[in-house]
C-alpha cells in the first residue's frame, strides 16, 4: 500500500474539488483498512482523519459567516465598503464619513456593538490629510474560534498511546484490574468454570490544557509571522504541556507495576527493562511496546559500552538505529521522574481521548494590560485526558546508581 500522508497546512490550500477527492479517499482508507497497511500507516491515517474532522468544521464555519455577512449586508445592516477606510491590491481609500477622531470611534462603536466593550475602531484620516493606502481588516482584534487541526509531532511520548477523539466533555471507562477463575474444557454434568472480569469504573472531565503567546499589534498584522508563531512555537508549546499532563496522569494512576535496580552499569538497566517487558506481558497478556527514559538516563544506555568498548547502539560517526531497544520504540522525556524507567503497552494500555474538534485557538488584546501596551495575546487550548485502562500493562522502575 502507498500512503502519502498530508499536514492541516496543506489541507487548508486544497480547492474544493481536489480536497473532497482527497477526504473521501482517506476516510475509504479508515473505514476499510488495506491487508498490507503498516502500523504507521495507519497511525498516518487516523490523524489524517481527525485533520479532516477539524477541516470540515473550519469550511464549515467560515461558509456560515460569509452566508450570514451577505445577508447583513443585503438587508440593509452594516457599514457598506465605500464608508470605510479600507483599500484592496493597492486602490485608493474612499472619504471617510467622521470628521475627527472621536467621532470616528463612537460610529465604529455604534455600528458594531460588543457586549464586553472590546472595540478597537479602524485608522482615521481627516479631511486635508495626505491621502494614503492602509490596510487593515474589517473585523479588529477578537476572538478567534478557527480551530487548527493537529500538526504531525516528532516521536515523543504522546505519539505512544492510543487515541480518541469524543464530542462530549466528560469521559467514561473502566479500567481493567483482574480476573478471576479459568476457561475450559467441562466434563458432562459439571458445574461449568467461570471466567470472571472485574473493572473498576473511571469518569473524567477532559482538561483544558493551554499555551499562550503575546505579540505586537504590528505583528499581529503580519499574516506569515502569525501562521508561522501559532503552527510553531504556540503549537510546540502547547504540545509540551500536553505530554507533561499525559505522563502525570499516567504516574498517578493506580495499579501502575513499579520495580527497582541499583545498577554499576547500562547492563544492569538493560536487564531490568527486559524483565519490566516480561512482566508487563504475563500480567496483561500485552506485550510492551515502548521505553521511556529520562535525558540523563539515556545518556548512560547511549553511550553503553561492549566488553570490546564498543557502542551498544553503534559507531556514533555512522548509521545506527537506536530509536528502538529490545524491538520496543526508546524515547526520552523529561516529563518523566528523575532516574526513572518506565516500560508499557502504550498503544493498548492507555487511550488519549481529545474533543473532536482538535485545537482551538483564540485571540484577545484586553488580556491582562495587553490593551494598554499594544499587544494582542493568542492562546491555543486542547481538551483531552488520558484514560489509563490497563495500569498494569506499564512498569515504572526507580533507578539508583551503585556507590
Known amino acids: 500500500m502507498e500512503f502519502t500522508p498530508m499536514s492541516a497546512r496543506e489541507y487548508r490550500a486544497l480547492g474544493a474539488e481536489d480536497y473532497e477527492q482527497r477526504r473521501s479517499t482517506v476516510l475509504d482508507l479508515a473505514t476499510e483498512v488495506p491487508e498490507d497497511a503498516t502500523d504507521e500507516q495507519l497511525r498516518a491515517i487516523d490523524a489524517e482523519v481527525t485533520i479532516i474532522s477539524a477541516e470540515d468544521a473550519r469550511r464549515s464555519e467560515l461558509a456560515a459567516t460569509r452566508n450570514a455577512t451577505r445577508t447583513f449586508v443585503e438587508n440593509g445592516g452594516g457599514t457598506t465598503v465605500e464608508n470605510v477606510e479600507i483599500t484592496q491590491n493597492g486602490e485608493e481609500m474612499p472619504e471617510h464619513r467622521a470628521a475627527t477622531l472621536g467621532e470616528n470611534f463612537v460610529q465604529y462603536r455604534n455600528e458594531h456593538p460588543s457586549q464586553d466593550n472590546r472595540i478597537i ?56 484490574v483482574s480476573t478471576a477463575g479459568t476457561a475450559g474444557l467441562t466434563a458432562e454434568g459439571a458445574t461449568k468454570n467461570k471466567l470472571t472480569y472485574t473493572y473498576a469504573p473511571k469518569t473524567a472531565t477532559l482538561k483544558k490544557i493551554t499555551g499562550l503567546i503575546k505579540v505586537t499589534e504590528e505583528l499581529f498584522d503580519d499574516a506569515p509571522y502569525i501562521v508561522d508563531a501559532i503552527n510553531n512555537d504556540l503549537v510546540n508549546d502547547l504540545n509540551a504541556a500536553r505530554q507533561a499532563q499525559a505522563m502525570a496522569d499516567l504516574l498517578a494512576t493506580s495499579g501502575v507495576q513499579t520495580d527497582t535496580v541499583t545498577y554499576s552499569d547500562a547492563t544492569d538497566i538493560f536487564n531490568k527493562i527486559v524483565a519490566a517487558a516480561a512482566d508487563v506481558e504475563e500480567d496483561t497478556g500485552i506485550a510492551a511496546d515502548a521505553v521511556v527514559v529520562t535525558p540523563a538516563l539515556w545518556v548512560v544506555l547511549r553511550a553503553a559500552l561492549d566488553a570490546e568498548k564498543r557502542y551498544y547502539a553503534g559507531n556514533p560517526f555512522g548509521p545506527n538505529e537506536y530509536s528502538r531497544l529490545f524491538d520496543m520504540r526508546f524515547v526520552k522525556s523529561a516529563n518523566l521522574t528523575a532516574n526513572h524507567v518506565l516500560v508499557g503497552a502504550f498503544e493498548r494500555g492507555a487511550d488519549l481521548v481529545s474533543k473532536v474538534d482538535g485545537v482551538r485557538v483564540d485571540s ?20 483531552e485526558v488520558l484514560a489509563v485502562k490497563r495500569p498494569a500493562a506499564f512498569c515504572n522502575i526507580t533507578c539508583t546508581a551503585s556507590s
Open 364 to 383: 484577545t488584546n484586553s488580556n491582562d494590560v495587553d490593551f494598554e501596551k499594544n499587544l494582542v495575546s493568542i492562546r491555543a487550548e486542547a481538551r
Open 121 to 176: 475602531a479602524p485608522a482615521f484620516r481627516a479631511a486635508g490629510d495626505p491621502h494614503t493606502t492602509v490596510n487593515f481588516t474589517l473585523t479588529p482584534v477578537q476572538y478567534d474560534t478557527e480551530v487548527v487541526g493537529k500538526p504531525a509531532a516528532p516521536l515523543t511520548v504522546l505519539d505512544l498511546f492510543g487515541r480518541k477523539t469524543i464530542s462530549a466533555p466528560v469521559y467514561s471507562w473502566n479500567a481493567y
